[in-house]
T-cell receptor, first 109, second 115 residues
């Protein structure tokens, strides 16, 4: 069983929709929870990170962590075509990062 | 501007050739990493370094080798490329922050195709 599971999609939604991306994990030692965005032919870039449980908001993006359920989410409000990318969740325990497969998201104008 | 660079961006090469993928960062980070990423799959750590003269193998077994002679430079070498080495290779660097947090900054990647 993988430590981190992420639905690979693809996910296609109209512009302006609310997008929900999710990951589940099995390792209770994970303390930092991250979302990376990766545009085509580019490296991943950090979008948001959260320490332990709770919510974090940054503009149109909200990250949620529920450690009791081992479940994290990223919500994108008022989605824009420029949000079209692959979104990877990542988690960190002692030293290393463990990534999900990534969800390919397309926002249609 | 502080950044992380990878060259070449794309490489198509025949089986049996020796190749070196270059990675350089201008942020002065001590920690550097190499990941392998296949389409629709998660990033797998293949090598990392804590600083000059430090190299460690990652979670995914790889026939590649790395060196760290200078802080800013972390090249990856394949002595004899095979089609199974076809993949995207991502380099990253990080610096410890407050509370144990450290953000990894990624380069643009090298897409390697071995024929």
């Amino acid at each position: 069983q993988k430590e981190v599971e992420q639905d690979p999609g693809p996910l296609s939604v109209p512009e302006g929709a609310i997008v929900s991306l999710n990951c589940t994990y099995s390792n209770s030692a994970f303390q930092y929870f991250m979302w990376y965005r990766q545009y085509s032919r580019k490296g991943p870039e950090l979008l948001m990170y959260t320490y332990s449980s709770g919510n974090k908001e940054d503009g149109r993006f909200t990250a949620q962590v529920d450690k009791s359920s081992k479940y994290i989410s990223l919500f994108i409000r008022d989605s824009q075509p420029s949000d079209s990318a692959t979104y990877l969740c990542a988690m960190r325990g002692a030293q290393k990062l463990v990534f999900g497969q990534g969800t390919r998201l397309t926002i249609n104008p | 501007e502080a950044d992380i660079y990878q060259t070449p961006r794309y490489l198509v090469i025949g089986t049996g050739k020796k190749i070196t993928l270059e990675c350089s960062q201008t942020m002065g980070h001590d920690k550097m990493y190499w990941y392998q990423q296949d389409p629709g799959m998660e990033l797998h750590l293949i090598h990392y370094s804590y600083g000059v003269n430090s190299t460690e193998k990652g979670d995914l077994s790889s026939e590649s080798t790395v060196s760290r002679i200078r802080t800013e430079h972390f090249p990856l070498t394949l002595e004899s490329a095979r089609p199974s080495h076809t993949s995207q290779y991502l380099c990253a660097s990080s610096e410890p922050g407050a509370g144990g947090w450290n953000e990894q900054f990624f380069g643009p990647g090298t897409r390697l195709t071995v024929l």
